[in-house]
């Protein structure tokens, strides 16, 4: 965290990668238990939650995960939730009658742990009994400081994924759109508004239809992945990992874009936006799946014309894909001297945050960890993100493989992944010396990552908030988990609000002391003090 970052200079090390696959020896870490299951040789039964995404198929489909079962004797009943898990788990750890492992990123959180201790296994005594894991922390040492309690705890593991890039959100607008109404891509907010009136008024997409184009879309929160909040780089604020709670670093100082004036100008602009009719009128209420197929258009007719998402393909869909060009960050104004910036999630991209929990109360700790050892083995690990070695990951059988392209022709490499396996939200360890070839998806975010460049060269000292590596004390954790919960029942209610009816300037200052009253001034100096710490020491 500690030393500048120069996007460019990742981006060129993945290509190669890519390219000629990564080198190294890459030794078997795949240790496995002698003797799977009790000393019956019958599997034990485990329970297991995990959440996943909307598109993923049924767990029992998978056939990596089939074959890890097996290996570690394991018999998992599954529960697979992909929506409302923050609104069910409230009420499930308050009844204690939990499942014996949950998966998912930060599936039970920091403060969960702090909220309902004795609830969750330690696992730091236990990891003997996970070499792979341990091979993990040995080889990644950022994933241990991830993992660690402030008391020497453990209970969740992270994972890593390695690959990915500095950033999971880019800008997209319909090229062909612009061409066709001969108009440049924009490069100021005002600007932008005149491009997307054209895109309402003059049948943008030429069908005939003068009503049917979209001009903004985005999937109806604020910050996070794929929100507007990445507007504010326009004036110069570096959001964390998406800042999905508002949290960011200027100069040192911890501060929050909920309660900062540049926040006020943006809502501003997007009830601007909104009025003239630009933005999908739907935007806060349809989910991510309604988002995604809205982009995917009409075969060659697109829908959307300004948006932001993972990559073309993945947003649109490999038949539009062609249709979209990736912006870099536009200025606020046209006299904007300042820095242009934008989200650095690399951090939150490639590694992850309690991505295996297990309970106190399981009767066979000794099973689920042989279980959890077997996801964090590098073979497995790539199925866990990519796919089944065999329709999805090629064995080129000199202890190198290749992602394959989706069997269905018509569909993206990022659907395809997401359909197959269960991906990012895993449990997993893919190190750096497993040679492994990614599939185009990959190599398209990599070029539609260089627009952003410029504004991802950041120096981490001053510019990123190192969340995932902070532990915070059982009180802190408790008080800032229900401030935040207050703090942003606040925010999206009139967020939405001013978004679609107006009004922010004038309940603005009544905000910002509601905002405090919720907790966001308490939440501000646990954070500062907790940072300050974490730079001395580093």
């Known amino acids: 965290m500690k030393k500048r970052v120069n996007v460019f200079i990742s981006l060129v090390a993945i290509t190669a990668m890519l390219l000629t696959g990564c080198s190294g020896a890459g030794g078997d870490t795949n240790e496995s238990a002698e003797t799977p299951g009790d000393q019956t040789g019958k599997k034990v039964k485990l329970t297991a939650i995990i959440t996943k995404h909307p598109l993923t198929k049924p ?46 990123p930060n599936v039970i959180t920091d403060a969960d742990f702090a909220q309902f201790q004795g609830l969750f296994q330690d696992l730091s005594g236990m990891l003997d ?7 993990m922390f040995n080889e990644k040492p950022d994933t241990k400081v991830i993992a660690t309690q402030s008391d020497g705890k453990i209970y969740g593991l992270p994972k890593y994924q390695r690959f990915w890039p500095a950033t999971a959100s880019r800008q997209f607008i319909n090229q062909q759109w612009l061409d066709q109404l001969g108009l440049s891509m924009p490069t100021t907010w005002d600007e932008l508004y005149e491009v997307l009136v054209a895109f309402k008024e003059k049948d943008a997409n030429g ?138 999630d690399h951090y939150s ?61 018509k569909m993206d490499p990022g659907t395809w992944k997401w359909t197959s396996t269960m991906a990012d939200h895993g449990a997993f360890y893919i190190p750096d010396t497993l040679e492994l070839t990614l599939g185009t998806d990959m190599q ?49 209610s009139s967020f939405a609000k001013w978004v679609t009816k107006g009004g922010v300037e004038a309940e603005w200052d009544a905000y910002i002391k509601e905002s405090e009253k919720a907790g966001l001034k308490q939440n501000l100096e646990i954070m500062q003090k907790y940072y300050d710490e974490y730079m001395n020491q580093n």
């Open 207 to 344: 069908n005939g239809d003068p009503n049917d184009e979209i001009p903004m879309d985005w999937p109806g929160g604020i910050g996070g992945y794929f929100n507007p909040a990445v507007l504010l780089g326009s004036m110069g604020i570096t959001l964390t990992d998406g800042s999905g709670q508002g949290y960011f670093v200027e100069d040192g100082q911890v501060k929050n874009f909920l309660t900062d004036d540049r926040y006020k100008t943006m809502v501003v602009f997007l009830n601007k936006l909104y009025k003239a009719g630009l933005i999908n009128p739907e935007v806060f209420t349809h989910d991510y799946t309604k988002f995604q197929s809205i982009a995917r258009g009409e075969g060659d007719t697109a829908k959307v014309g300004f948006t932001w998402g993972w990559v073309a393909s993945d947003r649109f869909g490999e038949q539009l894909a062609k249709q979209y060009a990736s912006m870099p960050p536009m200025k606020v104004s046209a006299d904007y001297a300042g820095e242009l910036s934008w989200s650095y």
């Open 59 to 104: 767990l029992a489909e998978m056939e990596w995960l089939q074959k890890v079962e097996e290996t570690a004797g394991v018999d998992i009943e599954w529960q697979e939730i992909t929506a409302d898990w923050g609104q069910k788990k409230g009420t499930m750890l308050a009844s204690g009658d939990i499942p014996d492992l949950f998966i998912g």
């Open 129 to 135: 009994q996970a070499p792979n894991v341990q091979n």
């Open 349 to 409: 991209l490639n590694y992850g945050t309690n991505h295996i929990v297990m309970s106190a109360k399981t009767k066979n700790k000794e099973a689920a960890m042989k279980f959890i050892n077997e996801l964090y083995a590098p073979e497995v690990g790539m199925q866990v993100l990519f796919g089944s070695l065999g329709p999805n990951i090629k064995d080129n059988g000199d202890g190198t493989y290749a992602v394959l392209p989706p069997a269905d022709a």
């Open 444 to 492: 398209e975010v990599l070029g539609q990552s260089e627009p952003l460049e410029a504004a991802l060269d950041v120096d981490p000292d001053k510019d990123v908030f190192p969340g995932m590596f902070i532990k915070y004390s059982t009180m802190d954790n408790n008080a800032m988990s229900l401030n935040n919960t207050n703090v942003m029942n606040l925010a999206e």
